[in-house]
T-cell receptor, first 114, second 113 residues
Framework: DVKVTQSSRYLVKRTGEKVFLECVQD?????MFWYRQDPGLGLRLIYF???????EKGDIPEGYSVSREKKERFSLILESASTNQTSMYLC?????????????FGSGTRLTVV | QQQVKQSPQSLIVQKGGISIINCAYE??????FPWYQQFPGKGPALLIA?????SEKKEGRFTISFNKSAKQFSLHIMDSQPGDSATYFC????????????FGTGTRLQVTL
């Protein structure tokens, strides 16, 4: 089974801090994604990557950046955390080609910014 | 522009009943239509998926019905159980050209005793 592991389940950070959320997958998937999930708003795509060192903006990239130095690792960075970034963050990965729609998600990181 | 519209937003069904969640899409180029199931505190997981060359796919108590001409697809949960209580997301993708799924806004299903 593909595993997507997010480094923290719960995180509390202060406003203005730089925050790193880490995600690692173990099945050599090309595609990796960062979503945030808020009540009533569903899953909103922040950034995704289809290859090492490649990244594409999603629907809500403002206030975030990403890094993909190795194929298995995709990091989400909050440059200066704000209270409106309090949310559940979900990482996912998927294979290429016909398998692109088959996402495997991590269990999520619940981030609270105070 | 919302490429996939999901309804209802929430649903309460009695144990043993049928749960039905609907999605409508606009782009006829989509070629893969998955449903994801998310339990509280967990990430979504692929539940069942269909490609547009068939009108129905069944896996146990879960069935996708697909209407290509109407650009709609739905998830039916037969004999709904309390353990089915979760949030369900439909999604669409053109696997030939796109790298990412477009998700519906989700349906929170509660199955009562």
């Amino acid at each position: 089974d593909v595993k997507v592991t997010q480094s923290s389940r719960y995180l509390v950070k202060r406003t203005g801090e730089k925050v790193f959320l880490e995600c690692v997958q173990d099945m050599d998937h090309e595609n990796m994604f960062w979503y945030r999930q808020d009540p009533g708003l569903g899953l909103r795509l922040i950034y995704f990557s289809y290859d090492v060192k490649m990244k594409e903006k999603g629907d809500i990239p403002e206030g975030y950046s990403v890094s993909r130095e190795k194929k298995e690792r995709f990091s989400l960075i909050l440059e200066s955390a704000s209270t409106n970034q309090t949310s559940m963050y979900l990482c996912a990965s998927s294979p290429p080609g016909q398998g692109r729609g088959y996402y495997t998600f991590g269990s999520g990181t619940r981030l609270t910014v105070v | 522009q919302q490429q996939v519209k999901q309804s209802p937003q929430s649903l309460i069904v009695q144990k043993g009943g049928i749960s039905i969640i609907n999605c409508a899409y606009e782009n006829t180029a989509f070629d893969y239509f998955p449903w994801y199931q998310q339990f509280p505190g967990k990430g979504p997981a692929l539940l069942i998926a269909i490609r547009p060359d068939v009108s129905e796919k069944k896996e146990g108590r879960f069935t996708i019905s697909f209407n290509k001409s109407a650009k709609q697809f739905s998830l039916h949960i037969m004999d709904s159980q309390p353990g089915d209580s979760a949030t369900y997301f439909c999604a669409v993708i053109n696997t030939g050209t796109a790298s990412k799924l477009t998700f519906g806004t989700g349906t929170r299903l509660q199955v009562t005793l």
